[in-house]
């Protein structure tokens, strides 16, 4: 089912008081709000497919084949590039558009557009704080590979050709990403030391096997063989054609070995002055301002660092005592006891395959029974394949965080949860929470609609905040408890133990890069506040301190979610429609905290007017 996104509520609070049978008619205004949000639609349009042209791995995204043999420019000459554009374009659209002549749907556009080249600007000023390497998440020597098996689809031989093309260009890629680290590092800004350990460990696994030498096939050796193969039976490539363009991809492969053995090289040269125990942005040249620019950028809010940390433990105080609640309910004294059950009835052991295909298999069906759940709960619903898969091994840690990504706009390529299935087996009942919130009703169910948006500017498919994403997949999360998912008190004590997990984050990250705190005490807070085991705190902690203000956004825009909702039906009474207000948060895209409280306001309001 598809979302129309050119509703007007100018129009719509003129239906709703017209007369039977003269909803149709248009008042001048209105009419004049629609032919300009149409024009509006197709600037903006324009100048997104301008924009999708220099960023050729966006166009992979979309399914879009042209510059699938290249990635994107990440110089700084690039990203300079990129922000001037935007600028430009931001004021070609000021030039010719009247935004007090658009509907409130159209102004969101607008205003979007507008603050995506102020949000370019303000993370360009802060590049130096963020060098290729430096991130848990997005350290370039695993992204490129991550991209080429999770994102670069193989349906044809040109697919394939432009894979290898890529290949060939991962050095020129891995090169200037060393050379932008080394800036950053003179500046005063250094990985810390678990970081190089990290990039050393992934750099040496993706070259090692075969076509390196013996063992196994290399992460992208096994990718591209599988992709060749599944052409070949698939009548798409001729045997010898596919021979040929393997040999190609070989030779490509084997030519990332010294590009990798420069990587090795710098980070080990790193290793002996790389930073350990504090470690937060306050260690930084200027970090206290980077780290308030960061909470802005990844909450959409103005809050401080002191008002997040204080909110976080209220949040922490408030949890504790709803699982006190539930624990009573299940016949134990309080949340203690409650843990102490659970861990004697599934002491600690370690992933095995027979672990791992139990997992997968578990999760995938709870996936597709919460889907059959969704219709009384949204208007909008996904379309598009869901599956639950391994993290790849290049990129796998024990403890590592779960994370989703969105299908293809066609569908070709569903979307995906990815999970680590190394190091010690969670609590069984964790496992529901953790699919609501990165599958359905979560992010990959928020992807699915996202991408499929009609009728509005195609940016808005492909722009996402921190804030709304992960707030929409905690609350999520909630729902899936209102929904009559979880199968039993475990599961719902669960809930509110990956709910505790968000809000220690908020005080973490804030204890880290606003008030001193060393790496050790963060996974100390982690491990006993946070209920989580200590390995997953430590990947915790460690990804918090490579992406300062990120884990934030998540709490927070929940925490806004819940109040939005909270003040609908207040207002509203029996007029509140809850599949009307999901299908507002989610069918129109990703957007600002700032600009959602203002669609629900005026959702509200046409509500009322009913």
């Keep these: 089912m598809t979302h129309k996104l050119t509703f007007s509520l100018a129009a719509a609070l003129a239906a709703a008081t017209l ?35 220099t960023q050729p791995q966006l166009a992979t995204r979309l399914g879009i084949k042209e510059g699938g043999d290249k990635w994107n420019d990440n110089s700084d000459a690039g990203a300079r590039a990129e922000v001037e554009w935007r600028k430009a374009s931001v004021a070609r659209m000021k030039a010719q558009f009247d935004r007090a002549k658009l509907s409130p749907e159209a102004q969101v556009n607008y205003d979007i557009w507008a603050l995506e080249a102020d949000r370019a600007e303000q993370g360009f000023a802060n590049r130096i704080y963020r060098p290729p390497f430096y991130s848990r998440l997005y350290s370039a020597h695993s992204q490129l590979p991550d991209f080429l098996i999770n994102t670069h689809t193989v349906a044809d031989a040109t697919d394939l050709a432009n894979y290898i093309a890529r290949l060939r260009a991962m050095p020129a890629v891995l090169d200037p990403a060393t050379a932008r680290t080394r800036a950053s590092q003179a500046a005063g800004i250094n990985p810390p030391r678990f970081q190089i350990e990290t990039i050393i460990a992934g750099s040496r696994s993706l070259t090692s096997g075969a076509p390196y030498g013996d063992g196994p096939d290399s992460a992208l050796w096994a990718d591209v063989k599988a992709k060749t193969a599944a052409l070949v039976a698939g009548n798409k490539l001729a ?79 408030r949890i504790e005592a709803e699982q006190d609640a539930l624990a009573r309910q299940a016949g134990l004294p309080d949340r203690h006891a409650f843990y102490a059950e659970r861990a004697k009835l599934y002491p600690p052991r370690q992933f095995d395959d027979a672990a791992r295909k139990e997992y997968l298999d578990t999760a995938n069906a709870f996936v597709a029974h919460t889907r059959s759940l ?184 929940m925490l806004k979610i819940m109040e939005l909702r909270a003040r609908a039906q207040s207002t509203l009474g029996a007029k509140f429609d809850i599949k009307g207000f999901h299908d507002l948060l989610i069918a129109s895209g990703s957007q600002p905290l700032s600009i959602l409280e203002r669609r629900v306001d005026e959702w509200i309001a046409v509500r009322a007017a009913l």
């Design 19 to 53: 007369p039977a049978g003269a909803a149709l008619a248009q008042t001048p205004a209105a009419a004049t709000a629609q032919s300009e949000d149409a024009r509006l639609t197709a600037f903006l349009d324009a100048e997104f497919a301008a924009y999708v042209k």
């Design 374 to 557: 969704l219709a009384p709960w949204f208007g909008t619903l996904p379309a598009y394949g869901i599956e639950v898969v391994r993290e790849p091994a290049f990129s796998e840690v024990a403890g590592g965080a779960a994370h989703a990504s969105a299908p293809s706009p066609d569908g070709k390529r569903p979307a995906r949860t990815y999970v680590h299935l190394v190091g010690t087996v969670p609590d069984p009942a964790a496992m529901y929470t953790l699919m609501c919130h990165e599958a359905v009703p979560g992010h990959n169910m928020q992807g699915d609609i996202q991408v499929r948006q009609q009728g509005g500017p195609k940016f808005r498919a492909v722009t996402g905040y921190v804030a709304f994403g992960e707030g929409w997949a905690l609350y999520a999360e909630a729902l899936c408890k209102e929904m009559n998912a979880f199968p039993d008190i475990a599961a719902d004590f669960m809930r509110l133990d990956a709910e505790l997990f968000r809000a220690a984050r908020l005080v973490v990250d804030t204890g880290l890069h606003a008030m001193g705190w060393t790496e050790d005490e963060a996974v100390t807070y982690m491990n006993a506040t946070g209920r989580q085991p200590i390995e997953r705190s430590r990947s915790e902690v460690r990804r918090y301190i490579t992406l300062p203000g990120q884990a934030t956004g998540y709490k927070i825009g």
């Design 239 to 317: 045997q010898p054609e596919a021979d040929k363009l393997l040999g190609e991809a070989r030779e490509a492969i084997l030519a990332l070995a010294p590009a990798y053995q420069r990587v090795i090289a710098w980070a080990e040269q790193s290793l002996p002055t790389a930073p350990g125990g504090k470690v937060g942005a306050l260690t930084l040249p200027g970090g206290e301002a980077y780290y308030a620019a960061e909470l802005k950028l990844n909450t959409t809010t103005d809050l401080t660092a002191a008002e997040i940390h204080a909110i976080g433990r209220s949040e922490v105080a």
